[in-house]
């Protein structure tokens, strides 16, 4: 069937608006990624000074860094609607976050959505399939401190002691707060069918909108960075929330993301905007350390109810367009998270400044010694 004059007006649009968008990210790349990492070269001094003060600096302009890749996926209209617990009030405490994956777009979601929560972007670590490495923001992640995991059976021991080696030597020492992982260990559409599989061999619960989750990094994270065990359970997590003096873990928080039509977004189409704007929605529901339990089999149990949660919740997105009120509420109340469209050209503006600088200073250098 041929195009119409219209449609062909409107294809040809997307596919211009797709290169700009890649040409400026390209460009975006080459001068913030580059100009963090000088930065930090520049101030090592300090940090053999203060190492505080270093890694609180590092952890601003990590911060600016993901404000880049949310502000891509803002200026093409993906915006976020939030449900459930207010996490404001416990973003400066220490916390696990689980979430559930679809595609390399629920990181970008998380970058945008957690952008207005205090330092939470600046002071967290993520936990991420170790391909991640390879692509344009490795290194950075790899500076910041953040934790590449080899998924499969025939790396597992090997990878549980290798995080929590990691943990151990980072995350106090880098004032780390949240830590951020994916429990499915891979993509609903990969793991969906062995997940059912599993499920119907065990007699597990049978899920569609998420698998069920691994256990090995999320019990090393409670082991190695939760309070003092009490009766197989987490010690703290006190509800008045004044317990983040101690330097465990206080909290598990519970990510369900969702998106519209059940269609996730992947990393292109936040570079190219092939996609018209949407709407992704966040479900937040904030747990007690000391109500999570801490052996195996209690654990995976606990667990495991909580992708049953996130199932139900997605089932009655899917179904309805929101999601449930909590209990005892009669109707769900969702907020829409905003970016200051001000800050953001700040911050683009100030790297495209910085590159511009280095760029200069290293061509100054080539000259004078070579």
């Known amino acids: ?19 700009l968008r890649f040409i400026f990210m390209v460009m975006n790349n080459l001068v913030a990624i580059p100009s963090y990492v000088l930065y930090l070269i520049v101030l090592q001094p300090v940090r053999l000074m203060d190492s505080r003060t270093f890694w609180h600096i590092e952890g601003v302009m990590f911060k600016w860094l993901l404000a880049m890749v949310s502000s891509w996926g803002w200026a093409a209209g993906y915006t976020v609607m939030e449900w459930g617990d207010d996490v404001r009030p416990i973003s400066e405490e220490a916390a696990v976050v689980i979430a559930n994956h679809q595609a ?22 993520w936990l991420m399939d170790h391909v991640f490495k390879y692509t344009n923001f490795g290194l950075v992640s790899l500076i910041h401190g953040d934790f590449f995991i080899r998924q499969g059976k025939a790396h597992r021991d090997k990878q549980l002691f290798l995080l929590k080696d990691h943990l151990d030597k980072y995350y ?17 559409r990969k793991r969906r069918e062995t997940s059912q599989s599993f499920s ?22 409670l082991k190695s960075l939760g309070p003092q065990q009490e009766n197989g359970s987490l010690a703290g997590g006190d509800t008045t929330r004044s317990a983040s003096k101690s330097r465990g873990l206080q909290w598990v928080i519970d990510i369900t993301i969702a998106y519209t039509k059940a ?3 992947d990393i292109q189409t936040w570079i190219l905007a092939y996609r018209s704007p949407t709407v992704t929605h966040v479900h937040y529901r904030i747990y007690p350390i000391k109500d999570v339990p801490i052996e195996t089999e209690p654990l995976t149990n606990w667990l495991y109810q909580r992708f ?14 929101a999601f449930p009120p ?35 200073i290293l061509q100054y250098f080539y000259y004078v010694f070579f």
């Open 308 to 321: 049953v949660e996130k199932e139900e919740l997605l089932a009655h997105f899917y179904e309805t367009g």
């Open 104 to 125: 390399t777009g629920d990181v970008c979601t998380l970058m945008m959505c957690l952008q207005d929560k205090g330092t939470v972007v600046r002071k967290m670590m």
């Open 263 to 265: 269609k996730p977004m």
């Open 1 to 19: 069937m041929a195009l119409t004059l219209e449609q062909a007006w409107r294809l040809g649009w997307i596919l211009l608006k797709a290169v």
């Open 172 to 188: 106090h020492s880098r004032d780390r707060k949240w830590i951020v992982l994916f429990p499915e260990g891979g993509f609903l």
């Open 200 to 221: 119907k061999k065990y007699n597990l619960p049978f899920l569609k909108h998420v698998t069920l989750p691994r256990m090995g990094a999320t019990e090393v994270i």
């Open 326 to 360: 909590p209990k005892g509420q009669k109707e769900a109340v969702s907020k829409e998270m905003t970016l200051d469209p001000v800050w953001l050209f700040l911050i683009q503006s100030l790297a495209f400044a910085s590159g511009y600088m280095w760029y200069n």
